[in-house]
């Protein structure tokens, strides 16, 4: 497991963005699969985004064409470029690592990761 610190939420307004940064400790951060989940107040916690270790993507419908997620290995950091906000992207925002190339499960399933972030919180009003 490593340590994954998470920063970049706060609040803006309908149609606003925010970048979310996630920060991971350890020695072999290119070789993990990293992601981005989200949990609403009364909701299952669910996925965003995913990046695999070659840098191919992955988003749910919800973020597709607004929401970015990038990695940059040299600072042990991957990123959600979040645009066009809106309220229903309310959540807390965790990000998570595979470091056991846990690849049996899909880079979408909570299961797939085996480190978790804090969590930021990140609110949009309308």
């Known amino acids: 497991q490593v340590q994954l610190v998470e920063s970049g939420g706060g609040l803006v307004q309908a149609g606003g963005s925010l970048r979310l940064s996630c920060a991971a400790s350890?020695?072999?951060?290119?070789?993990?699969?990293m992601g981005w989940f989200r949990q609403a107040p009364g909701k299952e916690r669910e996925f965003v985004a995913g990046i695999r270790r070659s840098g191919s993507t992955y988003y749910a419908d919800s973020a597709k064409g607004r929401f970015t997620i990038s990695r940059d290995n040299a600072k042990n950091t991957v990123y959600l470029q979040m645009n066009s906000l809106k309220p229903e992207d309310t959540a807390v925002y965790y990000c998570?690592?595979?470091?056991?190339?846990?690849?049996?499960?899909?880079?979408?399933?909570?299961?797939?990761?085996?480190?978790w972030g804090q969590g930021t919180q990140v609110t949009v009003s309308s």
């Open positions: 998570a690592a595979d470091t056991v190339l846990n690849i049996v499960v899909a880079i979408t399933e909570l299961a797939r990761y085996d480190s």
């Open positions: 350890g020695r072999t951060f290119n070789n993990y699969a």
